[in-house]
């Protein structure tokens, strides 16, 4: 090497390392045409651009980053020179700076990277609003690193792009502070999360990503096996069962954040591959995992966003659904459901008399919206995703009279006992909904959560965590005709409700649970049938036969014949979890490179055809 | 629900929780046929098996494990009860314990889960190998949670099942504690990883599993689309490119330990899906990289093995070849080649004038080696997988004279000169290999390793860490006849090596580097390219047309043209590093569910058929 200078100097990169900084040569050499790849030990900053404060003032520095903003005032040029950690100033003018620096600071492109060295100066003007806002530098030095074509979008919190380019040029809209912030949130949460769990004894542990298919479930993302031909892996919906036999192997306590995988067309908040808080524990009852997962989610709430949550409540999946129509209730504010059957039906009023169910909520101060309001609603309940015929509402008038849709069919003492039994007063306005009941608990649901934002009763800051308990183990799938699992295969039914499950086996409870909050189901679990002859009998209800489940889960059943403990587990949604603690309702913006809604990177252009040779080593075929 | 009995009692499963025991309700029913299933607030322990000390005597305590032995000797039983945590001892006998527990202990088998109630009481001989040793539980109750099969093979640290065997049951493999405690130390190595990268100021971001499949390097595992017929996704081989394009996004740290895929034939010690420490850099050069994350190395084994290390030392990879014939030395002991063409050569003996190299190592003290010892190092040499003709030796002896297998064509004098050069004093043995470079420098490692075990030179707690520096840009592929990228093609070449990319591809030197511990390769990594016009130029000397480089690496590309900064990184193999910490060759017990050499899971038996349904929604059909 043909080294024109040798210079002491110091480490540059350590740069938040204490007593690290260490004398190397600095070597530099005359630009060249591959100046970009020069091997020299050279030094790219000394301080982030977050960094220098008063007390720097008279330092020569060094700064690396990219040019947010160049102001030109003739004789001064300002530039904004911006990195992860913050944003500096730097100031050139005339007469005090050398005419080369002057001329490359007014060439400056946006989003130009570049290298400054100069001297740390106080500033005439501060600046309060950023922790830079002090000093600025007057560089010595300007060095462009690497130039930018004019990005399809601004590179600011608030910016002109639109979903699609900001997609397709994502590596740019990561640039954005307010994107990147969501992700460090997200690295935050999940160090929390492992500290927390490590701190409990649990023991991370990686499950394999090839596993095999299994049909129950949601459809599986597959992987052609070349040096098994014919034969594919599949990629995991969840570890569910790896983790169960890590039970099985005295693992005692199990978590992992995952990713998890599921082939379904894709609604508005849903990715192909998404990531798990994967958590299992042997020895347990659902009281034990209610007390150690509620307390994950206290530490989260604490050092993540430092709220003290208290006590996180309680409520079955039957007063869930008989008081808020959903097994997600939005607990943060009150406006239960009142059933109205008994004091609405027998009146003359065809629509409730042949309705299954007669329910309604009660909107506190609400009695003075105007018919353009109450037709509003009335539009909300009957939307096809909403799906309820009309709607009915008594207005509690502040004379203590009572005017409602239905007048003609109740007299003011029949809306009188309405509005006891829904313990209101003057100036509540009460919405009521009939129907078959699972339809008419789903619609007022709706316009529970609907009236809830209207009424501001839904801060994004106010959080309402709530165990809903003692889910059914089966539903009746329409579709297909049969009982799915609820939760999945390995949920173990109530005791006390075994003798149901084949008169009424939609009336069996499971010891399953999910961790609700604001609305938002964040987690999920049950505690585990650990028998074989237990899960045998579950399968068979599941419509299994006894070779299938055989073959699919045998390795399962095998297991518990070798001492399988009692164990149980839950996993938390993590894209959502982090949305829900960054304020947001789109998990989207919480992954660094998401999807769109037909599964494609746009960005990377995928999926894409692959070559014939490719397809050939395969042993497939494309139809 | 009926229920018999209620009691108070104190929470069972917070167990390493200080202050959060908290009252609950224990409710407990009668057994029946469903007992394990039995939904009540139950309490399955008080304390792990590994916790009870002489302070807890005369507790009641109700502990939950596996049996791992029954001693029965007339009149009194002993039940040895192991969890995660321990071992602790139950003793039974006869006029002290009813008679049902009695006989309940005595029909216990092995690996039997168990809850036990009892009193903890002081041993008469107590056991110092086990920190439960001072103590015994009298148990009250004895329950069988769950019972167990005779095991396949013996829940022993040494135990009597093969491979085979074991990973068809590995979830009873896991359950030895030499297993589980690779795992835990697996565990524990993660957590550290990411304490210290994050004190660094790195981001952790979880990067895609679903990608772009590019003919580059190894076969990629593909998944079919269903949304997207005939197109389909790639498993990362490792997330190169979205760690670069973090770096286009101004994180500037990032880091993450994630899981990589190739479909490639395994070897022995290799597996389809692994596991990588994932980092990069912006704004560094090699230096920078080297501080870094020899910070990291260093703070694992001070942590994880209480080890310290020194400066870990850098060698060029011509050093490397030139000294061990290996990019990836094991320098725990020294043992170094020399060069012996001019000492050597021109002497008449043909074997040596011909080779295009002449190389000895010096095995210290070996003189006194018999000639079955001989002879059985160049059987050594000779394997096919060595691959040298024949071996010269040269005995020092102690009277200093000479004694070689080649005296007919060489003097004492000459063999003086041979062992002056090779530094050998009375008593060494050198051992002389020749042919063309590449070949022999080979054989002379392999030797050399053999050498270093039989001396015990490779103590497997001694570490030697390494920096391999400076990699060669290209290597020729005899199959494909062109060159391929050494590391990848977003490696930065030399600036001082780019006059010969035309003219001597294969000379110029990359900014490319491993890190080398005990002869393994635990990292590698490169300061990227960050030019657009680089970056084509290196596609075009990997063969690329400019279509194929822009359909696959586009968007790389293009992202280098909106202010890419200067960026480098490494990336770890984790198993490979784990089984180093942990004292063994082998990576596949620091992974929790290995994939045999066929790349199939005995336990789940997959990769396995799917249904024809599958196969039509994915649009392929098997050949």
């Known amino acids: ?88 100033q730097l100031i050139v003018e005339e007469g005090s700076t050398a005419t080369e620096i002057i001329d490359a600071a007014k060439n400056l492109g946006r989003e130009f990277v570049i290298k400054a060295t100069g001297i740390v100066a106080e500033r005439y003007a501060k600046n309060d609003k950023i922790p830079t806002g002090d000093i600025e530098i007057k560089p010595s030095r300007i060095e462009i690193l690497n130039s930018s074509k004019t990005p399809p979008f601004t590179i600011e919190d608030e910016t002109d792009g639109g979903e699609d380019i900001r997609m397709k040029y994502r590596y740019l809209d ?117 007390n150690n997962f509620e307390g994950l989610v206290k530490y989260l709430f604490k050092n993540v966003k430092g709220i003290t949550l208290n006590e996180v409540p309680r409520m079955t999946y039957a007063n869930a659904m008989k008081y808020y129509g959903s097994d997600k209730p ?46 509003g609603l009335t539009d909300f309940v009957r939307r096809p995703q909403v799906g309820a015929k009309g709607l009915v509402y008594v207005k509690c008038n502040s004379d203590g009279t009572f005017k409602s849709s239905v007048d003609k069919f109740y007299s003011q003492e029949d809306l009188k006992e309405w509005a006891d039994k829904m313990e209101a007063v003057a100036g509540d306005l009460l919405l009521v909904l009939s129907g078959d009941t699972a339809h008419t608990q789903n619609a007022l649901n709706e316009l529970r959560l609907h009236m809830g934002a209207a009424l501001g009763l839904r801060d994004k800051n106010n959080f309402a965590p709530l165990w809903v308990t003692d889910f059914p183990l089966l539903e009746w799938d329409e579709d297909t005709q049969r009982f799915h699992a609820m939760h999945h295969p390995f949920t173990s039914p109530k005791a006390e409700d075994m003798h149901k499950l084949d008169s009424k086996p939609g009336e069996v409870r499971a010891n399953a649970y999910d961790l609700v909050i604001n609305g938002v189901e964040i987690g999920g679990g049950s505690i585990r049938i650990h028998d074989r002859e237990m899960q045998k009998l579950m399968f068979k209800h599941l419509g299994f036969t006894e070779k299938e489940a055989q073959d699919q889960f045998g390795f399962l059943m095998d297991a518990f014949e070798y001492g399988a403990p009692p164990h149980g587990g839950i996993a938390f949604g993590f894209d959502r979890l982090c949305a829900l603690f960054g304020g947001s309702d789109s998990i989207r913006d919480y992954i660094a490179f998401p999807k769109n809604n037909s599964g494609r990177d746009v960005m990377i252009d995928s999926p894409s055809p692959i070559s014939a040779e490719q397809l050939k080593e395969l042993a497939i075929n494309i139809n």
């Open 1 to 88: 090497m043909n080294l024109p200078e040798i210079h002491k100097f110091k480490s540059s990169q350590n740069i938040k390392r204490e007593n690290k900084a260490k004398i190397i040569y600095l070597l530099s050499t005359k630009s060249n045409k591959f100046a970009l790849l020069k091997n020299i030990v050279d030094m790219h900053r000394t301080h982030t651009c977050g960094e220098l404060r008063i007390v720097d003032v008279d330092k020569e520095v060094t700064l690396s980053g990219w040019v947010q903003k160049v102001r030109n005032k003739g004789g001064m040029v300002w530039v904004d020179l911006r990195d992860r950690y913050g944003i500096t």
């Open 330 to 375: 939005d607990t943060r504010f009150d406006m239960k459901f009142t059933e109205l059957n008994s004091v609405a039906q027998n009146k003359g009023f065809n629509v409730f008399d042949s309705a299954e169910l007669v329910v309604g909520i009660n909107a506190k101060g609400c009695a003075e919206y105007t018919r353009k309001q109450l037709d």
């Open 174 to 290: 990561l640039r954005r502070n307010v994107i990147r912030e969501k992700l460090q949130l997200r690295h935050s949460m999940m160090q929390h999360v492992r500290s927390f769990l490590s701190n409990e004894d649990f023991i991370e542990v990686e499950t394999p990503v090839l596993i095999k298919s299994t049909p129950e479930g949601a459809r599986d993302f597959v992987v052609p096996s070349r040096m098994n031909a014919g034969e594919f892996y599949a990629l995991p919906q969840s570890p569910q069962t790896f983790k169960q036999l890590l039970m099985v192997s005295g693992f005692d306590r199990y978590f992992q954040i995952v990713k998890c995988f599921r082939d379904e067309d894709l609604r508005a908040d849903r990715q192909p591959e998404f990531t798990q808080i994967d958590c299992e524990m042997s020895f347990v009852e659902t009281e034990d995992i209610y």
